[in-house]
């Protein structure tokens, strides 16, 4: 009954929304401004599809009725992911893995190497792993994403429950989700994030209900709802299964990027001074010869371990023919030598050079073709064994910061199959002030936009449409601070200057945009069904400044290769007082909207404005003011404090 | 899951008998690492008494490729048997590991 609501006031949403913008874009642009008119179209336009895609989530809303019964032999391992966090913290978390009813093996991955954790983990008997010696200090560590590959490597579970350090699970969690993995398909069961140090009130806007509800239930519902790092189960097969097919074609890739510049970097070497004599010259003939070779075999599809091999080889060979003759060479000068001073030698004789000299000094390191760094490079690369990388094989995706929404997004690609349990089975710590909260929520803005720029879903084979769409929608929400910015300018610029986007605030305007408004409202009340929604939306357009540096960092890493500026969200309140500089955008935004409604009133008074249009652009500072409202209550928030429990018990 | 080796005149034949899974494959590695260790870097992999192989399986020939290179020889695989070829198809990993023959073939033109 619910779902025939909802569905019905999504088509009413699209319907008003459609008939809305339609009239936007077609007989309402007041074409003399058309540099604000422009913009704020665009950004409605932004916002309709942004309620459609959410729409569409909802449609599909999936409310599951529990798992079937876990096989009993399913063999778990209990990963808690730590890397600089408070140990008592970390053991807590630990210690309550331990009791998960379920039997398990739990670990704890710590990225920091603590020798204090390793004994705590020795005396409680729990799993420790830190990096294996492979990660060695010249490779990326790809952060809790190497974290968790590096653990999958020396534990055999067939599922992971992967768990933040500050995430305290219930006994009964694996009782509650492996019996999703019945189904063969079924590579992920994530459920939700909750946390027990967040008032009702909820300043930061820490709990996501509507995420953790209508949204990740809808996405279920297209079979795309996705990983979320932490609190969820996964199938280790699912995930080495990524590993190996991300193996093979980042190998792949790299093979045949080396081939094609290998060209290029054979007639550098040419035409280096270093080539002098007719051996090295000979060399690089050899090599050109087996790289051209390779890349028709490539192109021809043969096995790329034979295919490196062969090249491997034919340089070798090349290599010590050409450091045979220099011995060889060399010997016959020695001999000469000797010859002629052979009174001086005496007894020790003609020296010779050693044995192994040849294969000494046609090793790698040693190689005259070390010289010639280029073509070095290129043969450095012709390999199967992804020396870029710790670990050949990372099950875990590392084109993101978030590694769990790309890693799900690859295995529904392959065709896995997900689930969203929406029972809350542990308990977690939020940030308690709002300068570590910014620094998670720019995290999670990054790296959204770093998969929608490395892997557009919209394009990626295996994904279903529904997927794509789900899988899009995430990330174009990351995209409002844009439409923040121009929803901010919109009033200002009216109030102050007379200027209006639309030709006339007019019965055509109210007519179409209010049943829009109104509706668009109710889609939200009737998809969340009685869950607050208001801080998340208020969230969504103050933080407007972190969404657009999430935006311009993440695509100048992709592009240009920038660091992104990445840390680690602190799970420890940070010190000091009142941090006001950290909404500075806002403070000036807010400012900028007050001075423009004093303005606006004050040629309303004097006669400049006319009543209607300054009425609607004051509502609308006012609408803006109450969001930013917020981020005061947040800059003032002094940590949770636990509400004191009234005394009840008696004294016995 | 039962390993041997063996070492032949141009090669270090490797046997995984039994089901080469998530169990059993770090055990595979480890194996295979100590042969290397013991000085054959040219290894086949013979897989004809494999009924069964995981991706953690074949992620491990991946380990194992990779230090045999390392010691400057090369790992390969022999006698595939059906349900282990689905796995290579179905990772794509038929497209780096060639599947010979027998494990005599695996060398046999090098």
Known sequence: MTRFWTRLVVVLTVLTGLNYIAWRWMSSLNWDAWWIALPLVAAETYSLIDVMLFGMTVWNLKIRKGAPEPPQDATVDVFITTYNEDLDMVLTTALAAQKIRHPHSTWILDDGARPELKALCEQHGLGYVTRSEDWTKDLPRHAKAGNLNNALMVTHGEFLLILDADQIPEPDILEKTLGYFNNRRVALVQTPQYFSNVPVSDPLGSQAPLFYGPIQQGKDGWNAAFFCGSNAILRREALMQLGLVGYVKETEKSIRRALAASRAAIRQARKSTDIESALVAEVLDEVEAATRDAQQEVDAGQPLAEVTYRVRRRVDAAVQTLVQADVAALQADLEEIAAMELAHVGESGVPVVADDAVERMSARDWSPLGALESVQAVLDALTVERTGEAQPVMPLATISVTEDMATAMRMHAMGWESVYHHEILAYGLAPEDIATMLTQRLRWAQGTIQVLLRENPLVQKGLKLGQRLMYFATMWTYLSGFAAVIYFAAPIIYLLLGILPVSSLSWDFFIRFIPFMVVNQLLFAVAGRGIPTWRGQQYSLALFPTWIKACTTAARNIWFGRPLGFAVTPKARQSGGPSWSLIRPQIVVSILLAVAAAVGIIRLATGLAEPLGTLVNVVWVVFDLVVMSILVRAVLYKGYEPATEPETREES | ?110
């Open chain 2, 1 to 110: 899951m039962e390993f041997s080796y063996e070492v032949k005149d141009s090669y270090a034949e490797v046997k995984a008998d039994g089901r080469l899974n998530m169990v059993s494959a770090p055990k595979l590695r480890e194996f295979v690492t100590d042969v290397i260790a013991g000085g054959s870097n040219r290894i086949v992999v013979n897989l004809e008494n494999t009924a069964f192989m995981d991706s953690s399986g074949l992620g491990a020939l991946i380990g194992c490729l990779k230090a045999a290179r390392q010691a400057g020889g090369d790992l390969r695989i022999a006698a595939v048997q059906p349900q282990v070829n689905m796995v290579l198809k179905l990772t794509s990993m038929d497209k780096v590991l060639t599947a010979y023959a027998t494990a005599d073939e695996a060398f046999g033109n090098d």
